[in-house]
């Protein structure tokens, strides 16, 4: 019995540790949702896209079946811009890049290829589904930013609450 109030005491004093440690990239990973900042990793450098950015690139509406497990397919639309506009307004260079990493702020990551991302009308960062805003995690929303592919028919690759992604 000691020893497992031993273990769980010392399990405790990790996840207390990690917590403090992480707490300022929990603040940064907050002010990107609440500022609607998308930060961009590629050769070693940070770029960030702001909603602004976002909005100057071509708007594209598109129809998409929302599939969740539990639940019917539900008929949707989804506003937003293709990834590869954003790198290319950012000026990031895709060739000889294999692969696309997306990371939401709840911890889901998402690899992608470069293939799929470059791929014409394939690869979106949403901001409004049947013509409303996300929203935020903490909103009970999606976004403010979301991944999807279209050429992902039941959606399992999608990403939502995207923050980051890591060009590789």
């Known amino acids: 019995m000691k020893k497992v ?15 403090f440690l992480n707490r300022e990239g929990l603040k940064d990973k907050k002010l990107s949702q609440e500022n609607a900042i998308i930060t961009i ?4 450098t940070e770029y960030e896209v702001s909603f602004t950015e976002i909005q100057e690139l071509e708007e594209v509406e598109f129809p998409a079946v929302l599939r ?17 506009d954003i790198l290319e307004k950012k000026g990031i260079e895709t060739t000889g890049k294999t692969q696309v990493i997306t ?10 290829s ?3 991302v470059l791929a014409n009308d394939n690869v979106y960062v949403v901001y409004k589904r049947d013509g409303k805003d996300l929203g935020t995690k903490e909103e009970g929303g999606s976004g403010p930013y979301q991944i999807v592919i279209r050429q992902d028919e039941f959606g399992q690759r999608w990403n939502k609450f995207l923050m980051e992604i890591e060009i590789k």
Do not use: C, N, Q, R
């Open 5 to 19: 109030a031993i273990i769980l005491i010392l399990l405790i004093v990790i996840v207390g540790v990690f917590a």
């Open 41 to 44: 990793v590629a050769d070693g």
């Open 68 to 84: 969740s497990s539990g639940k019917p397919p539900v008929d949707t639309s989804y506003t937003g811009v293709e990834l590869k």
């Open 103 to 112: 990371k939401a702020i709840d911890g889901y990551t998402v690899a992608l």
């Open 114 to 116: 470069m293939e799929e």
